[in-house]
């Protein structure tokens, strides 16, 4: 089995690096929690009747990378992976063909094209996404690393649930 990786964010980076260190830290958090469970108990909703488990807060946040990183900021035209107007919280509702694996390869592939849309931009560059106003870079990166330690929050409430690891 392998360990999870999680490096610690920078104490004395420049701005730019600390935002990036910080994503990297609650990304890799988010990993810890999910580790050495299997498909059954990452599927698990522990908190009836919340349906949050960490398989899809997993899927969630490979929507929120999609989403900022790729349509708002890189203003690609790519559609949701799970969700749809019909099943606003899709990537909670699991299908027979949705896999573990494909659900974390998904996520991980939405980081690595986050990072390739970041690359080289600007944390003051100016996005407009229509109908919501403007953004700068640095303004995702802070979102996202709200998003992911709020999430982190709850995967650390579940994940204590489902088998009493806790941790930080």
């Given at each position: 089995?392998?360990?999870?990786?999680?490096?610690?964010?920078?104490?004395?980076?420049?701005?730019?690096?600390?935002?990036?260190?910080?994503?990297?830290?609650?990304?890799?958090?988010?990993?810890?929690?999910?580790?050495?469970?299997?498909?059954?108990?990452?599927?698990?909703?522990?908190?009836?009747?919340?349906?949050?488990?960490?398989?899809?807060?997993?899927?969630h946040m490979a929507?929120?990378?999609?989403?900022?990183?790729?349509?708002?900021?890189?203003?690609?035209?790519?559609?949701?992976?799970?969700?749809?107007?019909?099943?606003?919280?899709?990537?909670?509702?699991?299908?027979?063909?949705?896999?573990?694996?494909?659900?974390?390869?998904?996520?991980?592939?939405?980081?690595?094209?986050?990072?390739?849309?970041?690359?080289?931009?600007?944390?003051?560059?100016?996005?407009?996404?229509?109908?919501?106003?403007?953004?700068?870079?640095?303004?995702?990166?802070?979102?996202?690393?709200?998003?992911?330690?709020?999430?982190?929050?709850?995967?650390?409430?579940?994940?204590?649930?489902?088998?009493?690891?806790?941790?930080?």
């Amino acid at each position: 089995m392998t360990t999870i990786e999680r490096p610690d964010p920078p104490r004395t980076a420049d701005e730019r690096t600390s935002l990036e260190g910080w994503l990297d830290f609650h990304r890799a958090t988010l990993a810890v929690k999910c580790e050495g469970l299997d498909d059954k108990r990452l599927r698990e909703a522990s908190a009836p009747p919340s349906e949050l488990t960490l398989l899809g807060l997993v899927r969630h946040m490979a929507e929120v990378e999609r989403s900022w990183f790729r349509r708002v900021l890189a203003q690609e035209d790519v559609p949701p992976i799970w969700y749809s107007d019909q099943d606003p919280d899709g990537e909670f509702h699991f299908t027979d063909g949705d896999t573990t694996e494909g659900s974390f390869a998904v996520w991980r592939t939405e980081i690595a094209k986050a990072k390739e849309a970041a690359a080289g931009r600007s944390l003051d560059d100016v996005i407009t996404r229509p109908g919501r106003g403007d953004y700068n870079l640095r303004w995702i990166y802070l979102h996202m690393i709200e998003e992911y330690a709020r999430h982190n929050g709850h995967a650390d409430l579940i994940r204590e649930r489902i088998d009493g690891v806790t941790g930080d």
